[in-house]
């Protein structure tokens, strides 16, 4: 357990401390900027699609660290001695993942505030989307760890994560952004496919890593 809670500081480190979070926020916050110029001053539309964009944006933005979760630490072995101290690859994925979730969540929930005043989003809205973020993005956090560790390695793994995590990601879009004006029924998909995702992500992400490794 105590394993386990040091990888999680670990992730946050890297998170946070290092500034690997950095890039991915201000990447979500350009996209909540720059959209308003491109669609045009219409308020009522603004207001129609502005959930949709911020749904997208934080996808966008999960998949920007994908390269540093698994990669680095195959590649200087800190994968192979947490194996050898007697940690299973699952759990290291787990404890990834919940690094990873914390590290990029409680920011990007915030900066949807932001995003949604930008976007001209009502207080009720904004409530809507923060309860979605909140439960679809532990299944964001899931995917990223998955999609790291099957492309691990990699020549060219940005644009191969790419493919894997966006498809995979859609039904986490849809509902997500169906939740902001679908009521309860669509946090409830939304919630169980993200759950779904959390349980199978560490196997995905374990049986990746030792062929990695192999």
Do not use: C, Y
């Amino acid at each position: 357990m105590s394993g386990f809670v040091t990888l999680v500081r670990r992730e946050l480190r890297r998170a946070w401390i290092q500034g690997g979070m950095a890039t991915p926020i201000a990447f979500f916050l350009l996209v909540a900027i720059l959209f308003p110029f491109g669609i045009g001053p219409d308020g009522a539309l603004l207001l129609r699609v502005g959930g949709a964009v911020v749904w997208t944006a934080a996808l966008l933005a999960a998949l920007l660290p994908v390269e540093r979760l698994i990669a680095p630490d195959i590649e200087n072995g800190t994968i192979d001695q947490l194996v050898v101290r007697g940690m299973a690859d699952a759990t290291i994925a787990a404890a990834k993942m919940v690094g990873h979730w914390l590290g990029f969540a409680p920011l990007l929930m915030l900066a949807s505030v932001i995003a949604g005043a930008l976007l001209g989003t009502s207080g009720d809205m904004l409530v809507r989307i923060e309860i979605g973020l909140l439960i679809g993005s532990p299944g964001l956090a899931a995917l990223g760890v998955a999609t790291a560790a099957l492309t691990a390695g990699l020549r060219g793994a940005g644009a191969l994560a790419g493919l894997v995590m966006l498809p995979l990601a859609v039904p986490l879009l849809i509902f997500g952004a169906g939740s902001i004006d679908g009521g309860p029924g669509a946090l409830k998909l939304l919630g169980a496919v993200s759950l779904l995702f959390v349980a199978g992500a560490p196997f995905v992400a374990a049986a990746a890593m030792k062929l990695a490794r192999a």
